[in-house]
Every structure is written in structure tokens, then in C-alpha cells.
């Protein structure tokens, strides 16, 4: 049967993409409906099968946002960002810009719960997220219409105070969230100010008081709880703390010094609820949601690099191979899987990637564009004749990572100029893993690192006998090693990453 792309809501043949927004820019994935052009819409490959059940989705419940920054206008943004459909509820309408909130209009609950039948009874939703919840009966309306309509996840942002300081609701919504909503939400995520406001107006002033109010918040019934600590005062890092009931973890990032904040915890609860609704864990979900997608060049400290023929050698599944490795203290994972059918290889690297993100390691996909994006990797590593870098990252946009090999300063420069994050350099020794491989030696690495703009991780025949004189090259720019046969060609991967990670540390 011919495939044709078509408009899930008319119809009608979208148009092609627009190069704007670097997540609009994969044609198969979003375009843009032919009768709104700013509007992004998702589109179905089968015309006679328009079925949206397995395309992941977020219902926004929330007050729009005349200034666009947060509010329903964020949770749109964030949904298209992640590659997830949003449908929205609008609870209210505020006219507000940078500077403030200068009016509100509440809408009436019973179209609120209009508009949340509308979408229940007819799409499928997995995940709920809301935001502004401005009055006691539109949080009873929702909470009535929830109880009736299963989801996977209630993702709840405690909307109550705008980040320019005005009271967005009032005292009698806290008693619905308290009695109602809280129980039954999966993760709420207050920052500082509202994590006090549903304590009871505890100050809160440290690491350790979020910890306790997280603890708090937890007994009042929601199955998570994610207290931001972004207005935390004198802190350098931006922490926040996140408990599930078991187990805390703080989350660090480096602060971001702006005073631009306005959306952000908008952005961030519906980051999650769309990681959330593309199957992820809630730690995973929150994980990669409090993350910076930036670049850390210290990740390249131990780079594993896999390899099919070595697994099958030894017995072992690609996920076995690689969770040995992160739990060896391999520090960034590169899955290259040259003989692996497109199917299984993307499997894998979902499992992987899940692996990977639970140990906080970045997974990038080697060569295959189409498997990353599909699974949302962390990034590519792409090679001489592999796809150019400069339309790697239009494709994968500015937050993924993009590595590339590079033999001579020359191609060091391109890669800079291609908006690459790293290079790989080599064949500093010869390597049996590729084939033809020319070997560059130390000599030819050191002069790449004296020319590369870009941080540089060395491969090619590295192991536990030469990554301290590889290392101890002292060159500038360069991170780490990357490995194949030295950790997947032998018998316990784990022990061998384990020794190499001390011999590099
Ligand atoms: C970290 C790292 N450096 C270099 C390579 C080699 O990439 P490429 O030249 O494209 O060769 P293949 O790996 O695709 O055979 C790499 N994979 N990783
Ligand atoms: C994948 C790859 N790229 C190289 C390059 O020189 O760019 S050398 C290489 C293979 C590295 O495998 P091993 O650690 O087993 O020698
Ligand atoms: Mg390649």
C-alpha cells in the first residue's frame, strides 16, 4: 500500500518542514499543517490506519500564557521538543509578559471539563501533566474526570506563585490539592516557595530541609516528589532533590546566572511527563529532564566502544556487554553495531539507553542517525565518510552530541566548523577491530590535540599495557581514551573496565 502523509485532524497533505526550530527539522517526524503553517502537527504514515494509541502523548491541563514563555505555550514547545503530542486544557487565561502577570481570566469549570471529555473520551492519553489550577472546582473537575479515564501518570506542577513573585492561586485551591489531586499523582514537583506553601509555610533554606519537605510532601500521597532548588540562596550548583519514597537523590547541574526563568518549571514538568509518556522509568524521566544537555568533555575519560562480533564471540547481549561496562566505570558508551539488523539494533539501544541514563552516562549511536533519533540517544559519533557532521546536527538539533573522526588537524578544523562536540583520534596503535585502519601514532595525535579546537579522545589498539603513556602524552584537549577489543574481546568486561579506569583516573 502507498504511503502517504497526511494531517490527523483534516486530512489534509502537510507541507514540508521549514528549517527553523532545530526538533522540527526531521521531515517524517513533525511538519507543518498546510492551513496553519506555525502550527506543528503530527502525522501518521498510514492514511487508512489513523490510529494515534501508539504515539506518545501529553495532555497539558494549564492557564495559557499571553507572553508564551510558560503555561500551555511552554508545555507545547517542550511536547514537540521531545517528540511527544500534546493536547491541551486551558484552565485560564492571563495576560502576563516578562515583566509580570497583569490580569487573569479564570474559565468556568464546566468547560474545563469540556474540554478534558473532548480529549479522554476520543485520544488516547498516556500521560496528564497540569500546571495552573486556578480555582477549588476546576481541581475537583479534574480529579472526578481522572478517576474516570485511566492514564499512565498524573505529572503535577504546583503552580501557585509566577517566577516574577505574583500569587497565581488562592489558599482554597491548596485544600483541593491536599485532599484530592495529591493522592492521586504520581509526581508533583514544587520549587522552593510551593514545596513551603503545601507544607504549610515552612521556611525551607537548605539541601537538607528539601530533603525533609520532599519526605513531607511524599506523606501527603504522591507517589514522587521533585522539590527544585533553583531559588535555593548561595548555592552554586542548581540542586534539586528527588525522592520516591525509598530512596533521595540530588540531582546537581551548574547554575544557569539569569534572571530569564520565567516557564522553567513548566518546561521541566512537561520534560518529564513526555519522557514519561515515551515509556521511560520516573527516575530516568526526571533524570534526563534535570540534565543540561550540554556537553561534558570530562565524560570522554573512558569511552567504550561496542562491538558486535565481540559480543556474539563471547555470548553476550549488546545490554549485558554495555551494563558490565557502566558499572565498570566506563564514563560515555558508543554503540557500534556494524552487522546488527536496523530492528534489533534499535531495541537494543533503547535497553541500552535505559542502562546507560541509570548510571548517568551519555549513550551515542556510531554511523546511524535514523537509530538515534529514534530512540532519542544522546548523541552520534560519525566518521570521515560516514554522514557530515554539519548535517548531523541539523538533524539531531543543538543538544545532542556529536563526535567525529578525525587523522589530521585539517579535519579537526571541519569538525569544529560542523558544530561538532569532540574527535575521535587515531589509530594512535594498530587496532585488528577496523579494518584498513591507518595508524597515526603518538606522534600524529599529539599533533591533532595541538591543532583541535574541540576536545579529543584517543583510540585505535588502546589497552591496559599503553593508556598511560597515551594519557600521560600530556596533550592538550585530550580527555580520555576509547576502547573496543580491550574491554569487550575478553572474559570479564567489568573487571577489565574497572583496571583501565583506575589506570586513566
Ligand atoms: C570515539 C571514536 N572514534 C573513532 C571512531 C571511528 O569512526 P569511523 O571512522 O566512522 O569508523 P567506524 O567506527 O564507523 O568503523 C569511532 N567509532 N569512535
Ligand atoms: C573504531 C575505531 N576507529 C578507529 C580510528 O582510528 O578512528 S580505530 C577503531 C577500532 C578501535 O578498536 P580497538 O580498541 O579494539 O583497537
Ligand atoms: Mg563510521
Redesign the pocket.
Known amino acids: 500500500m502507498a504511503t502517504q502523509l497526511l494531517c490527523m485532524c483534516c486530512g489534509a497533505q502537510p507541507q514540508p518542514q521549514p528549517q527553523a526550530a532545530p526538533f522540527m527539522r526531521f521531515p517524517f517526524w513533525n511538519s507543518v499543517h498546510p492551513k496553519n503553517p506555525t502550527s506543528v502537527v503530527r502525522v501518521q504514515a498510514e492514511a487508512a490506519d489513523m490510529n494515534m494509541n501508539s504515539i506518545p502523548h501529553v495532555l497539558s491541563v494549564a492557564g495559557s500564557d499571553s507572553g508564551g514563555g510558560a503555561g500551555i505555550q511552554a508545555d507545547l514547545k517542550t511536547c514537540a521538543a521531545r517528540r511527544v503530542y500534546c493536547s491541551t486544557v486551558i484552565t485560564a487565561v492571563t495576560a502576563q509578559n516578562t515583566a509580570g502577570v497583569q490580569g487573569l481570566n479564570i474559565l468556568p469549570e464546566d468547560f474545563v471539563a469540556d474540554q478534558l471529555h473532548s480529549v479522554l473520551s476520543d485520544m488516547h492519553v498516556h500521560v496528564v501533566k497540569t500546571g495552573m489550577l486556578p480555582s477549588l472546582n476546576i481541581v475537583k473537575v479534574l480529579c472526578q474526570t481522572l478517576r474516570k479515564f485511566p492514564i499512565k501518570a498524573l505529572v503535577v506542577d504546583p503552580v501557585m506563585i509566577s517566577t516574577s513573585g505574583d500569587v497565581l492561586v488562592g489558599p482554597s485551591v491548596l485544600a483541593g490539592f491536599l485532599e484530592e489531586l495529591l493522592p492521586m499523582t504520581d509526581i508533583v514537583t514544587p520549587n522552593i516557595k510551593e514545596a513551603s506553601v503545601l507544607l504549610g509555610g515552612v521556611p525551607l533554606k537548605s539541601v537538607s530541609d528539601m530533603r525533609t519537605a520532599a519526605k513531607l510532601i511524599h506523606d501527603l500521597g504522591p507517589r514522587n516528589v521533585l522539590v527544585k532548588g533553583g531559588d535555593l540562596p548561595n548555592s552554586l550548583d542548581a540542586i534539586d532533590v528527588f525522592f520516591d519514597g525509598e530512596e533521595f537523590y540530588e540531582l546537581c547541574s551548574p547554575r544557569v546566572n539569569t534572571r530569564n526563568s520565567h516557564g522553567t518549571g513548566c518546561t521541566l514538568a512537561s520534560c518529564i511527563a513526555a519522557e514519561l509518556a515515551k515509556g521511560s522509568s520516573m527516575l530516568s524521566a526526571v533524570k534526563s529532564s534535570c540534565r543540561l544537555n550540554r556537553f561534558n568533555p570530562n565524560d570522554l575519560l573512558l569511552?567504550a566502544?561496542t562491538d558486535s562480533a565481540m559480543n556474539r564471540k563471547w555470548g553476550r547481549s549488546i545490554a549485558e556487554a554495555v551494563k558490565a561496562a557502566v558499572e565498570g566505570g566506563a564514563t560515555i558508551v558508543?554503540l557500534?553495531e556494524?552487522d546488527a539488523e536496523t530492528r534489533d539494533f534499535l531495541e537494543a539501544a533503547k535497553v541500552c539507553l535505559e542502562i546507560c541514563h541509570s548510571y548517568g552516562v551519555p549513550l551515542l549511536i556510531?554511523?546511524r542517525i535514523d537509530v538515534a533519533l529514534a530512540c532519542d540517544a544522546d548523541g552520534v559519533?560519525?566518521?570521515?565518510?560516514?554522514m557530515p557532521a554539519r548535517l548531523a546536527r541539523t538533524l539531531l538539533g543543538p543538544e545532542k552530541i556529536i563526535?567525529v573522526?578525525c587523522k589530521t588537524p585539517e579535519q579537526a578544523h571541519q569538525a569544529w566548523i560542523d558544530g561538532a562536540d569532540y574527535i575521535?583520534?587515531?589509530g594512535v596503535y594498530p587496532t585488528n577491530t577496523?579494518a584498513n585502519n591507518r595508524t597515526i601514532g603518538l606522534e600524529g595525535l599529539k599533533e591533532v590535540c595541538l591543532a583541535s579546537t574541540l576536545p579529543v579522545?584517543a583510540?585505535g589498539g588502546i589497552g591496559l599495557s599503553n593508556a598511560r603513556e597515551v594519557m600521560k602524552l600530556g596533550a592538550p584537549n585530550l580527555n580520555g581514551v576509547?576502547v573496543v577489543s580491550a574491554l569487550f574481546d575478553r572474559e570479564c568486561i567489568l573487571t577489565e573496565t574497572r583496571n583501565l579506569h583506575a589506570l586513566v583516573s
Open positions: 569511552y566502544v558508543q557500534r556494524k556510531n554511523d559519533h560519525v566518521g570521515q565518510s560516514d563526535g573522526s575521535g583520534c587515531g577496523k579522545v583510540i576509547a
